[in-house]
Nanobody
Framework: QERLIESGGGLVQTGESLRLSCRTS????????MGWFRQAPGKEREIVAS????????QVFGSVRGRFTVAKDNAENTMHLLMGSLKPEDTGVYYC????????????????????WGQGIQVTVSS
């Protein structure tokens, strides 16, 4: 079973950048896809970005497109979320997730496509 551990969260100012990392603990990662989700206070969890582990195809969703990107390091079994031009509305708990299967459309924008989850890490952007 995959165990996912997020790191790199914290408090930043509007306009600053932050890098989150997600590493696996235990055996070598066997995920088909990995993703980042976030949940703001009082809101539902939403997809931020995904990346296919084998070929690196990435997707960035919604309001973070153009500001965030996702990257992976196969050797280190680590995924990163590179967040730029941060805004207060980016505040929330960010979750790393891993899925073991593909989808018919090749889009991994829903939590049901993911099998393993990290504990989450807080990101706070002050105005």
């Amino acid at each position: 079973q995959e165990r996912l551990i997020e790191s790199g969260g914290g408090l930043v100012q509007t306009g600053e950048s932050l890098r989150l990392s997600c590493r696996t603990s235990g055996r070598t990662l066997s995920a088909y896809v990995m993703g980042w989700f976030r949940q703001a206070p009082g809101k539902e969890r939403e997809i931020v970005a995904s990346i296919r582990w084998e070929n690196g195809i990435r997707q960035v969703f919604g309001s973070v497109r153009g500001r965030f990107t996702v990257a992976k390091d196969n050797a280190e079994n680590t995924m990163h979320l590179l967040m730029g031009s941060l805004k207060p509305e980016d505040t929330g708990v960010y979750y790393c997730a891993a899925g073991e299967k593909g989808t018919s459309m090749g889009i991994f924008d829903d939590s049901r496509f993911y099998d393993y989850w990290g504990q989450g890490i807080q990101v706070t952007v002050s105005s």
